[in-house]
């Protein structure tokens, strides 16, 4: 399969309100259109995951970012075009997304992607895209395509061919917390 039709595919099961496994600039993710209450649902059941644990979403642009977050402190611009390595910032009160990926304090991280498959597939779907790590809740992450349990891999409605063979092992990515008034506060 080229690397076009598997976007595509990728693609329409999410606006199809499926759910898709596949790679990211960080670790291996389950992913859905990010304003679909009931796709988020179905990954935290997938996940097993606790509703009051947010899953992080990704972005293809500066843009992107501005759409859903009215205020971006100044010094998170610095942070990200300072970052070396993939940052999620964590915002304070994101908008035109599923409540149910907000933290309790109303927050959420957001990552702009500058990997090709990730960022192809936010461009093409013109929605934030759930990016949560391909396990079930309180296992390790799977860092290459070779890691992904079973369990994982059956749930979704689509898996990604590109970089299957990819056996780079890859880590997170770093979190920040920026609130209003320009506060900072390292997650991970």
Avoid: F
């Avoid at 997938?46 to 644990?53: F, P, Q, T, V, Y």
């Avoid at 899953?55 to 942070?79: F, Q, T």
């Avoid at 936010?122 to 790590?133: D, F, Y």
């Avoid at 992904?148 to 997170?172: C, F, H, K, L, M």
Wanted: with cysteine.
């Amino acid at each position: 399969m080229t690397l076009e039709e598997d976007i595509r595919q990728a693609v329409e099961c999410l606006k199809k309100g499926g759910i898709i496994l596949y790679p990211t600039d960080t670790v291996w993710g389950i992913g859905c259109d990010a304003t679909n209450p009931d796709a988020v649902k179905k990954i935290y059941d997938l996940k097993r995951r606790a509703e009051s644990k947010s899953m992080l979403v990704l972005v293809e642009s500066d843009g992107a970012l501005e759409r859903i977050v009215d205020d971006i402190p100044e010094v998170a611009w610095e942070l990200i075009d300072a970052a070396v390595n993939p940052l999620t910032v964590i915002y304070d009160h994101p908008k035109h997304l599923a409540p149910e990926l907000l933290a309790p304090d109303g927050s959420l991280g957001i990552r702009i992607t500058s990997e090709k498959y990730s960022n192809e597939l936010c461009r093409r779907l013109r929605r934030p895209l759930v990016s949560t790590s391909a396990n079930i809740s309180g296992d390790k992450a799977a860092r290459v395509y070779g890691e992904i349990s079973e369990q994982i891999i059956s749930g979704v409605d689509y898996v990604a061919t590109y970089r299957r063979d990819d056996n780079s092992p890859a880590a997170p990515s770093n979190i920040i917390k920026v609130s209003g008034g320009g506060l900072i506060k390292i997650i991970r």
